[in-house]
């Protein structure tokens, strides 16, 4: 069964810190993974994906994560934090084999403080 | 976003009525998905369909039932309300051979 663990409820981070949301996982199969952001009363929007290849992935604001097979873990990163990046950050794991439903992570909030 | 659209945005109902929230999409995806977010559980799969003759449950389908009325059309119906179905739900879609799903602005449900 697929599974997804988002170690931390809550992230805080000063502006223009550094900032890493971690995730790990668990699948079957070869996994697709993804990072999704949910700011308030909106849907979720989509970050960015680790399909194959470049275990660096980039994404939409900035956003970037790395795939490590050997952890089964795929963090999100961003090198400069903006107060506009508190949210609420999902990561969602998909296997290609087994299933082909998204499983979800339990979610970090990110608070990014001036 | 708005590619996904669901209705109605917000709902008050009391326990025992029915209801029904929709999604429609134009995206001309294949795959819809009907998802239940609650805080700190992330959000969980209630029902899903790969077309419009596939109807599949999800972790958590009990007291719920889903109707695929196009591929453009994915309805959730809670049969009796109760309490602990106040939840934010959304709607996602994806396509086969595709990889991230897209997700509507989601419906505000409180059981009262």
């Known amino acids: 069964a697929q599974s997804v663990a988002q170690p931390e409820d809550q992230v805080n981070v000063a502006e223009g810190n550094p900032l890493t949301v971690k995730c790990t996982y668990s699948v079957s199969g070869n996994p697709y993974l993804f990072w999704y952001v949910q700011y308030p009363n909106r849907g979720l929007q989509f970050l960015l994906k680790y399909i194959t290849g470049d275990n660096l992935v980039k994404g939409s604001y900035g956003f970037e994560a790395e795939f490590n097979k050997s952890q089964t873990s795929f963090h999100l990163k961003k090198p400069s934090a903006l107060v506009s990046d508190s949210a609420l950050y999902f990561c969602a794991v998909r296997d290609t084999i087994y299933g082909q439903n998204f499983v979800f992570g339990p979610g970090t909030r990110l608070s990014v403080l001036p | 976003d708005a590619d996904v659209t669901q209705t109605p945005r917000n709902r008050i109902t009391k326990t025992g009525k029915r209801i029904m929230l929709e999604c429609s999409q134009t995206k001309g995806h294949d795959r819809m998905y009907w998802y239940r977010q609650d805080p700190g559980l992330g959000l969980r799969l209630i029902y899903y369909?790969?077309?419009?003759?596939?109807?599949n449950k999800g972790e958590i389908s009990d007291g719920y039932s889903v109707s695929r009325q196009a591929q453009a059309k994915f309805s959730l119906s809670l049969e009796s309300a109760i309490p602990n179905q106040t939840a934010l739900y959304f709607c996602?879609?994806?396509?086969?051979?595709?990889?991230?799903?897209?997700f509507g602005q989601g419906t505000r449900l409180t059981v009262v």
């Open positions: 369909s790969f077309d419009v003759k596939d109807i």
């Open positions: 996602a879609t994806s396509y086969t051979g595709g990889t991230e799903a897209f």
